[in-house]
């Protein structure tokens, strides 16, 4: 059960320091205050929301400056801090699966390769391109439309 729970506060805190740079950001703070702050009053929550402002002042200033660092840090911080929570408090964790659930659905982790298998027959002649992501478009000297638009 602990593996579990470390790789649940791994994937929050993994998340959060994420999220610090999105629009959803207000919403994500929060809920994790909210969360972090479980059965201590509306005070405790207010100044766990202020430690994730600074925590995202820290993470976007390091990120401008081209420090990736600090992303880091700031993420083991609150690992500490959710590992500490789910230890304490069993029930938060299916909380905390729900927020990772809404914020990052079936998000695949970075550096995840999935495995792939093409086959090609016919005596296919022509390019072929394989990718996870292409942004503007591939057309391989035919015009947007394909080959056949010529």
Known sequence: ??????????????????QMATEGW??????MASLLARRRGAEEEAAVERELDQART??????????????????VVWKARLRRLLAEDPAAAAELR????????????QGTVR?????????????VVQAGVISGGVHGGFPPGGPQSR
């Open 98 to 109: 729900q927020l990772l659930d809404e914020v990052a659905p079936q998000q695949q982790p």
């Open 115 to 127: 495995d792939v298998h093409n086959n090609l027959s016919g005596g296919a002649h022509g390019m």
């Open 58 to 75: 820290d993470v976007v200033t390091a990120r401008e400056d081209g420090d990736e660092e600090v992303a880091q840090g700031v993420a």
């Open 26 to 31: 207000a919403a994500v703070r929060r809920r």
């Open 1 to 18: 059960m602990e593996a579990e729970l470390v790789a649940l506060a791994t994937a929050g805190a993994t998340t959060l320091v994420q």
